[in-house]
């Protein structure tokens, strides 16, 4: 069976109900029967840098949290927001305190009650750690317990896209109990649907999860167990999808036809956009990056159309701007701001006064191996020469924040407007890494912070603006290939490049 489910159907609704919400929704069921059946055995590309939630990431990465940790907020297949462990949720008038009413029933699998405490903790304990998603806690400056149930997140300037967070890694829940201890790092101590099991798990290579026994939401305990393997090659996940080692993992395009063949089921979701990061946008490590001509250059040297069928099978749709069509910022005539056009950036070139060439280093992950050649090969027809500089997959995010190279080549998830500026392009971006930044941009970030319901529409001038001064070199928008076997069914998940946990079940329940 093929299922090709576009997380994007929905995004005409959803982003307009997850600016500046509250929620008056009933909590979640309380205790019943465990329904638990079955197991899922899941391939990840990568491994969770620590358990500690101060250090948690999104994305790919999002998942194996979601068996330990619950998160205040859930984010539905949909993208609406729903009780988890905060009951519902409203801002003040000026969009500067957010109240959380929290579930009274819950405690963490050390026995540590939650409560707003708890929660005051979390928040001190994630913001401290200055993790790769510490961003999404950049505007919370305090968090006021106002009784045992009830806290107020004290704001330094409105966060549209604070109650999303708050059901990804900002809003993960740990032990306050377990904060300061170093085991906190190989061993997750939450609230969750799941407890490791530690004689079954190998950090770094197999991690392993059962129902955790008393659990508050039982209907979320859909597996007897819950297996995630690293596995960050491509074809181990392939061989290990078709050995039946694993029954659910992304695979690229030519993987996935061996995985049809063999009957496994596909789940197609347009969540990323895939590109240059030209990041040394003021010069600091290479002078030329500071000429807006030579960003303009290397957006006219990329046949996109020719990438994408060649590299990835056609599995996607070329693009200029890094605003997705669900994100609220996206603009239509964007998308052919520079047709391939090798001329217009030699002219370019000539006229920013590298008419001779120039040499631009790049941090060469082995992931994107194939990207590189046919980036190179580009580079070369208009006079760019890219020095690849290899290094090991796990420093490719730490590569990007050092500041050491002028361009990288990402792959990032294209999120909501806010997420996307405080992602990629405000001052404190983490993939803004030269915190880049212009007086007429920042009034822009300002008007999209302080426009609540209009967030998303403001955000058209950052969009217009980044993509004008070439701050980026989108390549296109590629497709996610992921892989089930018949016994387990999926449900996409909004704006992510994988379903969340909550999204599989037992085929037929």
């Known amino acids: 069976m093929k299922i090709r489910t576009f997380a994007g159907a929905v995004a005409a609704v959803a982003v307009g109900a997850l600016v500046f919400t509250g929620c008056s929704g009933e909590a979640s069921p309380t205790k019943s029967e465990s329904v638990a059946k079955g197991s899922l055995n899941i391939g990840m590309l990568g491994d969770p840098p620590s358990w500690d939630t101060s250090q948690a990431q999104v994305a790919n990465l999002l998942q194996p949290y979601q068996a330990a940790y619950d998160t205040l907020i859930l984010q539905e297949p949909n993208g609406d927001l729903s009780p988890m462990l905060a009951t519902d949720w409203s801002y003040n008038e000026d969009n500067t305190v957010l109240t959380l009413n929290l579930r009274d029933d819950v405690t963490f699998s050390d026995g540590t009650a939650f409560d707003a405490e708890a929660v005051k903790a979390n928040v001190d304990h994630f913001k401290n750690g200055k993790g790769r998603e510490s961003v999404q806690l950049a505007f919370v400056e305090s968090v006021t317990v106002v009784d045992d149930d009830t806290v107020e997140y004290n704001l330094s300037a409105p966060d549209p896209s604070l109650t999303i967070n708050l059901s990804q890694a900002g809003g993960l829940m740990v032990s306050p109990t377990a904060m300061a201890d170093p085991d906190l790092a190989t061993h997750p101590v939450g609230s969750g649907p799941y407890v490791m ?10 991690y392993t999860f059962t129902p955790r026994k008393d659990y508050w939401n039982p209907d979320l305990q859909k597996f007897d167990t819950v297996t995630f393997s690293v596995l960050p090659d491509n074809t181990a996940r392939l061989n290990a999808l078709l050995s039946g080692q694993i029954n659910a993992g992304v695979l690229d395009p030519q993987s996935g036809v061996a995985a049809e063949n063999a009957g496994k089921d596909e789940l197609i979701m347009n969540v990323n956009w895939e590109g240059l990061l030209l990041m040394d946008r003021d010069g600091a490590v290479n002078p030329a990056m500071a000429d807006v001509r030579v960003r303009q250059a290397i957006n006219y040297s990329f046949d996109r159309e020719t990438m994408l069928d060649q590299l990835l099978d056609g599995a996607g749709e070329v693009t200029n701007q890094v605003f997705g069509p ?92 806010w997420s996307a500026i405080n992602q990629m392009i405000a001052p404190h971006a983490p993939f803004n890494p030269f915190h880049n930044t212009t007086p007429e941009l920042q009034q822009m970030i300002d008007a999209v912070q302080n426009g609540a319901e209009e967030s998303g529409e403001l955000g058209k001038s950052v969009n217009e603006y980044v993509t004008d001064n070439a701050w980026f070199a989108p390549l296109y928008r590629s497709s996610n290939f992921y892989y089930t076997d018949p016994s387990i069914e999926v449900v996409a998940q909004f704006q992510s490049a994988v379903p969340a946990l909550y999204n599989f079940s037992p085929a037929g329940q």
């Open 197 to 206: 099991d530690n004689a079954n798990s190998t950090p770094g290579t197999i």
């Open 326 to 417: 669900d994100s609220g910022s996206f603009v239509e005539s964007l998308e052919t701001s520079y047709p391939y056009d090798p001329t217009k950036a030699k002219e370019l070139l000539k006229e920013a006064g590298y008419g001779d060439g120039l040499t631009l280093q790049i941090p060469a992950n082995p992931g994107f191996a194939t990207i590189y050649p046919a980036i190179s090969q580009q580079f070369a027809d208009v006079g760019i020469t890219l020095d690849e500089v290899t290094i090991a997959p796990q420093e490719t995010v730490s590569s990007i924040f050092s500041a050491q190279y002028p361009i990288a080549y990402f792959r990032l998830v294209q999120g909501n407007s």
